[in-house]
């Protein structure tokens, strides 16, 4: 029980660090110009693409599989983030078992 929640946390925390900030001084994101955002040929990711990435990574496979190499930053951000809730959940899970036995 002990090497699985030792597992879970390590992930946890490898999860964790891929999705921090980085530093405070952070430069607000450049806005797009008109002609990128009303392109037609760039076709918005489906929730079932970010989903796959998300698998992948909380599987433990690197975020640049092909499960994730169609997604821009921000879709990927959101895999991650997706792959991180589900570490942090699974981690939350075992500590209350371990927590609740006698």
Known sequence: ???TVTVLIAANLALAGCSSSGSSDDKPAPTPTSAVTSSASVAAPSVDQITACADAIAAGKSQDGPECASLSPDDLLAAVQAANR???D??????DNATSQP
């Not at 699974?90 to 500590?95: F, H, K, M, R």
């Open 1 to 3: 029980m002990r090497y």
């Open 86 to 88: 589900r570490g942090r």
């Open 90 to 95: 699974a981690l939350q899970s075992a500590l």
